[in-house]
């Protein structure tokens, strides 16, 4: 695999909202040498407090316009995070980061960012999850849902925060007794609707729509489509529709939940373009990461604030 190394670090200036006439975008530029604890960047958030989070292969780093600190892998007898490679963080319900890991799926930690407190949730059996967790999400309304596979089939649980029994932190929303899998880490994720829908995708079965009421199959998109596998990601955008994104063919589609149709292409025009991340800004809109050409996977991390600016972590293949 190709290694990714940050070449430019953030980008802050205005998106084509800004009038053709304005003064040219101003950029600024931070790296390891303004205390940013690793080039490699894998999520960019504002929180409440108005702080940049950023999500690094080594711990979380708030930056204050001014400087960096970091909160990483906790060491023997002092606070910390369970992990130093930060996959991603999504702000939770009760205002805190539901943090996870780079390739592990045993636990997520809940970091407060205004204490700077952390709470480790394991994913096993004596907190009420059976099975191998292999997709971790938080919606945006902040609930947090896990999917496991194994021998006893596929499961969708919620998190309860904050339980007054271990075993009941977790509650079975969907469960498909039937599934068989010929490996037990397969790529999987999970989209949580604002509709109270999920869409489950999976190497082995493809896509699910599936009701969180009574965890009935409502449909399979995609089903008669080949090169599911090639699945890239999926966001909802602020009008309900979903889209989804692939590796090869046309890359990019459109789908609602209650919609019985198919998915249908945004574009038909096969130009090489890939999509690989998709990103939502402040308005509830969203923007697409491209990479050109098949094989070509140019990573990052964008987000959009309030204000139509742009914070970029631009990753380059070397």
């Not at 979380?60 to 369970?82: H, I, V, W």
């Not at 999987?188 to 829908?197: F, K, P, R, Y």
């Not at 292409?265 to 402040?282: A, E, K």
Request: hydrophobic share 35%; with cysteine.
């Amino acid at each position: 695999m190709l290694k990714h190394l940050l070449h430019v670090l953030f980008l802050l200036a205005a998106t084509a909202l800004t009038p053709a006439n304005a003064q040219p975008p101003r950029i600024e530029y931070f790296t390891v040498t303004d205390g940013l604890s690793t080039r490699e960047i894998n999520q960019l958030h504002i929180g409440e407090d108005g702080f940049l989070w950023v999500a690094t292969m080594d711990g979380l780093n708030r930056f204050d316009g001014q400087s960096f600190r970091r909160f990483g892998e906790r060491a023997t007898g002092e606070p910390g995070l369970s992990r130093g490679a930060v996959a991603g963080f999504s702000p939770d319900n009760e205002g805190k980061f539901v943090v996870t890991f780079q390739d592990f799926y045993g636990y997520f930690d809940r970091f407060d960012p205004r204490n700077f407190s952390v709470e480790q949730v394991r994913l096993a059996p004596s907190t009420g999850v059976l099975g191998y967790p292999r997709a971790i999400t938080t919606d945006r309304l902040g609930r947090t849902f896990v999917v496991t596979i194994g021998t006893e089939g596929t499961f969708i649980y919620e998190y309860t925060p904050n339980a007054r029994v271990e075993s009941k932190k977790f509650t079975v929303i969907y469960h498909e007794s039937a599934d068989a899998w010929t490996t037990l880490t397969p790529r999987v994720a999970l989209l949580a609707h604002t509709n109270g829908q999920f869409l489950l995708y999976d190497e082995e079965h493809g896509f699910r729509h599936i009701s969180a009421i009574d965890g009935r199959v409502l449909s399979r998109p995609f089903q008669d489509r080949a090169g599911v596998r090639r699945f890239y990601t999926f966001a909802e955008a602020a009008d309900g529709r979903v889209y989804i994104s692939f590796r090869g063919g046309i890359p990019l589609f459109t789908w609602r939940p209650d919609d019985r149709n198919d998915p249908r292409p945004v574009n038909t025009d096969n130009s090489g373009l890939r999509y690989p991340t998709i990103y939502r800004d402040g308005l509830g809109q969203l923007r697409c990461g491209r990479a050109a050409g098949e094989g070509v996977d140019e990573g990052g991390a964008v987000f959009f604030d309030d204000e139509a600016s742009v914070w970029m972590a631009r990753v380059g293949v070397v």
